[in-house]
């Protein structure tokens, strides 16, 4: 073998030697490639996490209240973009529910407070709600308290007949039907409940009409005739055309101007004598002109 043969001969064995090692003992990992796909591969994980946030984040927040889950602040606000630990804005308290008060301070006497008047309606219209209940006659559904405007309050004085005194509360409401309730409370407890449903006023009926069971808050009991606890607080009240402007009252030796409140005359004082005759009434036009005198009017009782 000439020395050209030779060195032919060595470089294939080198060659199959080179390949043998190779086959027998495999290449080194390829670390730097495997670490570059395990970052892409966490970040795209990390992008397909940020896009479910993104997501939960856009879904409206009554979704989150009908599972109930948690006690957290709520998002409150439309964008997603806004942080979800902002506090959300303080909802007002609801108005409480009860009777609307009167067209005047004045019309709620004796030092007696709406809240005291509405929580006397109160009692009595379930007082009345349990009467009927257990048997009780009932002209009417009277409703709840929150349907009617209290339109006077004042002091009750006891008699021989029903001792104690306690608070008159007259209150009215329009719909369903015109109603008017003359409420007696005593001791914290409904005592009596005069009802009148629908409108006293018929195609006759003068303009200033009293009203006809107003004689219980200006009268006392007809078993003390003669002998009534004073100073006596009165009240009284009546129903009046839209032509009204003006009505005055006048018991005892004293006149005093009514309030007139959403279509009603309401009259009060306080009596300091016996009286024998009932109220005197006078209505009047927007003028001044009289259109009404209690004492022409053949339907009124002049005495009690």
């Known amino acids: 073998m000439s020395e050209e ?120 219209l379930a007082n009345d709600r349990d009467r009927v209940a257990h048997g009780g006659l009932a002209s009417s559904d009277l409703g709840g308290a929150d349907e009617y405007r209290i339109i006077l309050a004042l002091k009750s004085t006891g008699d021989s007949n029903s001792p104690g005194d306690g608070m008159f509360v007259v209150a009215v409401k329009e719909k369903p039907k015109e109603t008017r309730l003359i409420c007696n409370v005593k001791n914290g407890e409904a005592s009596g409940l005069n009802t009148s449903v629908g409108s006293d006023r018929q ?26 606890k004073l100073p006596f607080s009165w009240g009284f009240i009546g129903t009046v055309e839209p032509g009204v402007a003006k009505v005055t009252v006048s018991y005892g030796g004293t006149e005093s101007e009514a309030v007139l409140d959403h279509g009603w005359f309401v009259a009060s004082g306080t009596l300091t004598q016996q009286v024998t005759r009932n109220p005197h009434i006078k209505g009047y036009d927007k003028g001044g002109r009289p259109i009404y005198d209690s004492d022409e009017d053949k339907t009124y009782q002049q005495v009690p």
């Open 5 to 124: 043969e030779e060195r032919d001969f060595e470089e294939q064995l080198r060659e199959l030697l080179a390949e043998d090692a190779y086959t027998i003992r495999p290449s080194p990992v390829p670390y730097p490639s495997i670490r570059r796909q395990g970052v892409v591969e966490r970040r795209r994980r990390v992008a397909v996490a940020g896009a479910v946030l993104v997501t939960l984040a856009a879904v409206p927040v009554g979704a989150f209240a009908v599972s109930g889950g948690g006690t957290g602040t709520a998002d409150t606000a439309t964008s997603p973009t806004a942080s979800a630990s902002a506090a959300p804005t303080p909802t007002p308290s609801p108005t409480p529910s009860g009777p609307a008060g009167p067209a005047t301070a004045g019309q709620l006497r004796d030092g007696i407070t709406l809240e005291q008047a509405a929580d006397g309606l109160d009692k009595c």
């Open 203 to 228: 195609p006759d009926s003068p303009p200033v009409l009293a009203d006809i069971n107003g004689n219980k808050l200006y009268q006392q009991s007809f078993l003390d005739k003669g002998n009534w």
